[in-house]
Protein backbone atom coordinates (compact mmCIF):
# COMPACT_ATOMS: atom_id res chain seq x y z
CA UNK A 1 0.00 0.00 0.00
CA UNK A 2 1.23 3.58 -0.75
CA UNK A 3 1.82 5.64 2.45
CA UNK A 4 3.84 7.65 4.30
CA UNK A 5 5.80 6.02 7.59
CA UNK A 6 7.28 7.95 10.51
CA UNK A 7 9.50 6.55 13.08
CA UNK A 8 9.30 6.16 15.98
CA UNK A 9 5.81 6.82 17.02
CA UNK A 10 7.45 8.09 20.55
CA UNK A 11 10.82 9.55 21.14
CA UNK A 12 11.95 10.76 24.20
CA UNK A 13 15.02 13.07 24.26
CA UNK A 14 17.81 14.16 26.89
CA UNK A 15 18.78 17.27 27.25
CA UNK A 16 21.79 18.16 24.71
CA UNK A 17 20.74 15.29 23.25
CA UNK A 18 19.94 15.92 19.22
CA UNK A 19 17.76 13.26 17.79
CA UNK A 20 16.79 11.97 14.08
CA UNK A 21 12.77 11.47 12.86
CA UNK A 22 12.25 9.16 10.19
CA UNK A 23 9.98 10.33 7.57
CA UNK A 24 9.46 7.86 4.39
CA UNK A 25 7.15 7.99 1.37
CA UNK A 26 6.53 5.63 -1.46
CA UNK A 27 4.02 7.42 -3.15
CA UNK A 28 5.75 9.06 -5.55
CA UNK A 29 5.94 12.62 -4.64
CA UNK A 30 8.43 15.40 -5.02
CA UNK A 31 7.60 17.42 -2.20
CA UNK A 32 7.81 16.80 1.31
CA UNK A 33 7.09 19.03 4.37
CA UNK A 34 7.38 18.71 8.47
CA UNK A 35 5.27 20.24 11.10
CA UNK A 36 5.03 20.57 14.16
CA UNK A 37 1.98 20.47 16.24
CA UNK A 38 1.33 21.74 20.30
CA UNK A 39 -1.05 20.94 22.81
CA UNK A 40 -4.00 22.95 21.19
CA UNK A 41 -2.84 24.36 18.19
CA UNK A 42 -2.68 24.19 14.78
CA UNK A 43 0.28 22.65 12.53
CA UNK A 44 3.21 25.34 11.96
CA UNK A 45 5.52 24.60 8.77
CA UNK A 46 9.19 23.45 10.52
CA UNK A 47 11.14 22.48 6.54
CA UNK A 48 9.85 21.76 3.53
CA UNK A 49 11.81 20.08 0.32
CA UNK A 50 10.16 20.66 -3.42
CA UNK A 51 12.98 18.24 -5.06
CA UNK A 52 16.03 16.20 -4.06
CA UNK A 53 19.07 17.66 -2.24
CA UNK A 54 16.65 21.31 -1.95
CA UNK A 55 14.81 22.25 0.99
CA UNK A 56 13.11 26.03 2.30
CA UNK A 57 12.98 26.85 5.99
CA UNK A 58 9.35 27.19 7.02
CA UNK A 59 7.93 29.47 9.90
CA UNK A 60 9.85 27.96 12.78
CA UNK A 61 12.76 26.31 11.42
CA UNK A 62 15.43 27.20 14.01
CA UNK A 63 16.91 24.48 16.04
CA UNK A 64 15.86 21.92 13.62
CA UNK A 65 17.75 20.47 10.48
CA UNK A 66 16.87 18.52 7.33
CA UNK A 67 18.33 16.72 4.50
CA UNK A 68 16.78 15.54 1.06
CA UNK A 69 19.51 12.83 -0.27
CA UNK A 70 16.52 10.75 -1.71
CA UNK A 71 13.11 11.19 -3.00
CA UNK A 72 11.49 9.00 -0.80
CA UNK A 73 12.83 9.91 2.53
CA UNK A 74 12.89 13.16 4.60
CA UNK A 75 14.43 12.59 8.02
CA UNK A 76 14.26 15.81 10.60
CA UNK A 77 16.97 16.31 13.20
CA UNK A 78 15.82 18.37 16.55
CA UNK A 79 18.94 19.90 17.51
CA UNK A 80 19.82 20.61 21.42
CA UNK A 81 19.61 24.43 20.37
CA UNK A 82 15.79 23.42 20.10
CA UNK A 83 14.59 24.87 23.54
CA UNK A 84 11.22 23.28 23.23
CA UNK A 85 10.73 20.23 21.69
CA UNK A 86 8.23 18.50 23.15
CA UNK A 87 5.24 18.15 20.21
CA UNK A 88 4.12 15.92 18.31
CA UNK A 89 5.80 16.36 14.49
CA UNK A 90 4.15 15.41 11.53
CA UNK A 91 5.43 15.00 7.90
CA UNK A 92 3.67 14.87 4.30
CA UNK A 93 4.07 14.76 1.37
CA UNK A 94 2.63 16.07 -2.16
CA UNK A 95 3.02 16.05 -6.47
CA UNK A 96 4.65 18.93 -5.75
CA UNK A 97 4.97 21.97 -7.89
CA UNK A 98 3.69 25.40 -8.72
CA UNK A 99 -0.23 24.31 -7.91
CA UNK A 100 -2.76 23.68 -5.36
CA UNK A 101 -1.58 19.93 -4.76
CA UNK A 102 -3.06 18.30 -1.54
CA UNK A 103 -0.69 17.16 1.05
CA UNK A 104 -1.06 13.64 2.59
CA UNK A 105 0.22 13.15 6.14
CA UNK A 106 2.17 10.42 8.11
CA UNK A 107 1.00 8.96 11.24
CA UNK A 108 3.07 11.23 13.56
CA UNK A 109 5.88 10.89 16.34
CA UNK A 110 5.47 12.33 19.57
CA UNK A 111 8.46 14.04 21.17
CA UNK A 112 9.13 13.56 24.62
CA UNK A 113 11.90 15.85 26.59
CA UNK A 114 13.30 13.49 29.47
CA UNK B 1 -1.33 38.60 6.84
CA UNK B 2 -2.56 34.81 6.41
CA UNK B 3 -4.68 33.85 8.73
CA UNK B 4 -7.17 31.10 9.28
CA UNK B 5 -10.09 31.34 12.49
CA UNK B 6 -12.23 28.77 13.63
CA UNK B 7 -14.04 30.48 16.34
CA UNK B 8 -15.91 26.92 17.63
CA UNK B 9 -13.28 24.98 20.14
CA UNK B 10 -16.20 22.59 20.30
CA UNK B 11 -18.86 21.25 18.95
CA UNK B 12 -21.43 18.16 19.82
CA UNK B 13 -24.24 16.81 17.31
CA UNK B 14 -26.44 13.60 17.43
CA UNK B 15 -25.88 10.93 15.41
CA UNK B 16 -27.12 11.07 11.72
CA UNK B 17 -27.76 14.85 12.10
CA UNK B 18 -25.67 17.15 9.99
CA UNK B 19 -23.45 19.79 11.53
CA UNK B 20 -21.33 22.89 10.09
CA UNK B 21 -17.86 23.41 11.27
CA UNK B 22 -17.11 27.24 10.96
CA UNK B 23 -13.84 28.21 9.16
CA UNK B 24 -12.92 32.10 8.07
CA UNK B 25 -9.72 33.05 6.29
CA UNK B 26 -8.04 36.26 5.42
CA UNK B 27 -5.55 36.46 2.62
CA UNK B 28 -5.46 39.79 0.08
CA UNK B 29 -3.66 36.64 -2.45
CA UNK B 30 -6.60 35.99 -5.41
CA UNK B 31 -5.52 32.56 -5.95
CA UNK B 32 -5.24 29.85 -2.78
CA UNK B 33 -6.63 26.98 -1.71
CA UNK B 34 -8.54 25.88 1.30
CA UNK B 35 -8.56 22.60 2.82
CA UNK B 36 -10.27 20.39 5.71
CA UNK B 37 -8.49 18.35 7.69
CA UNK B 38 -9.85 15.18 10.17
CA UNK B 39 -7.57 14.27 12.62
CA UNK B 40 -8.72 11.33 15.15
CA UNK B 41 -7.51 10.61 18.07
CA UNK B 42 -4.69 8.68 16.98
CA UNK B 43 -2.70 12.04 15.08
CA UNK B 44 -2.65 11.13 12.25
CA UNK B 45 -4.17 14.75 9.76
CA UNK B 46 -6.78 12.97 6.84
CA UNK B 47 -7.51 14.65 3.88
CA UNK B 48 -11.19 15.53 3.86
CA UNK B 49 -11.87 18.09 0.83
CA UNK B 50 -10.66 21.02 -1.09
CA UNK B 51 -12.00 23.99 -2.68
CA UNK B 52 -10.36 26.47 -4.78
CA UNK B 53 -10.21 30.10 -4.93
CA UNK B 54 -11.52 29.83 -8.94
CA UNK B 55 -13.42 27.25 -8.54
CA UNK B 56 -16.86 28.05 -8.85
CA UNK B 57 -19.27 25.46 -7.31
CA UNK B 58 -18.98 24.59 -3.92
CA UNK B 59 -17.17 21.03 -3.63
CA UNK B 60 -18.53 17.85 -2.30
CA UNK B 61 -16.73 14.71 -1.26
CA UNK B 62 -19.38 11.65 -0.17
CA UNK B 63 -21.22 13.33 3.24
CA UNK B 64 -19.08 16.36 3.13
CA UNK B 65 -19.32 19.24 1.75
CA UNK B 66 -17.96 22.74 1.89
CA UNK B 67 -19.85 25.97 1.54
CA UNK B 68 -17.48 28.13 -0.09
CA UNK B 69 -18.80 32.44 0.69
CA UNK B 70 -15.91 33.77 -0.86
CA UNK B 71 -17.14 37.69 0.06
CA UNK B 72 -17.58 36.55 3.17
CA UNK B 73 -14.46 34.88 2.97
CA UNK B 74 -16.00 31.92 4.78
CA UNK B 75 -15.27 28.14 3.99
CA UNK B 76 -17.55 26.27 5.91
CA UNK B 77 -17.82 21.99 6.28
CA UNK B 78 -20.60 20.26 6.53
CA UNK B 79 -21.10 16.85 7.38
CA UNK B 80 -24.36 15.36 6.37
CA UNK B 81 -25.62 12.25 8.65
CA UNK B 82 -22.89 11.97 11.17
CA UNK B 83 -21.57 8.95 12.24
CA UNK B 84 -19.70 7.93 15.67
CA UNK B 85 -16.27 7.45 13.97
CA UNK B 86 -16.83 11.60 12.90
CA UNK B 87 -15.74 12.31 16.77
CA UNK B 88 -12.51 13.88 16.13
CA UNK B 89 -10.47 17.04 15.47
CA UNK B 90 -10.83 19.24 12.55
CA UNK B 91 -8.78 21.88 10.95
CA UNK B 92 -9.58 24.52 8.28
CA UNK B 93 -6.17 25.02 6.37
CA UNK B 94 -5.04 27.61 3.39
CA UNK B 95 -2.14 27.65 0.50
CA UNK B 96 -1.45 30.43 -1.00
CA UNK B 97 0.11 31.17 -4.61
CA UNK B 98 3.04 33.37 -3.25
CA UNK B 99 4.26 31.06 -1.91
CA UNK B 100 3.56 28.39 -4.25
CA UNK B 101 1.07 26.72 -2.57
CA UNK B 102 4.08 25.26 -0.45
CA UNK B 103 2.81 26.27 2.98
CA UNK B 104 -0.33 25.14 4.51
CA UNK B 105 -1.69 27.82 7.22
CA UNK B 106 -4.05 26.10 9.80
CA UNK B 107 -6.64 27.41 12.15
CA UNK B 108 -6.37 25.62 16.02
CA UNK B 109 -9.20 23.26 15.21
CA UNK B 110 -12.92 22.18 16.27
CA UNK B 111 -13.71 19.17 18.61
CA UNK B 112 -16.18 17.35 17.08
CA UNK B 113 -18.30 15.20 19.33
CA UNK B 114 -20.53 12.93 17.72
CA UNK B 115 -23.43 11.41 20.79
CA UNK B 116 -25.68 8.29 19.98
Known amino acids: DGGITQSPKYLFRKEGQNVTLSCEQNLNHDAMYWYRQDPGQGLRLIYYSQIVNDFQKGDIAEGYSVSREKKESFPLTVTSAQKNPTAFYLC?????????????FGPGTRLLVL | AQKITQTQPGMFVQEKEAVTLDCTYDTSDPSYGLFWYKQPSSGEMIFLIYQGSYDQQNATEGRYSLNFQKARKSANLVISASQLGDSAMYFCAMSLADTGFQKLVFGTGTRLLVSP
Open chain 1, 92 to 104: ASSTGGLSQETQY
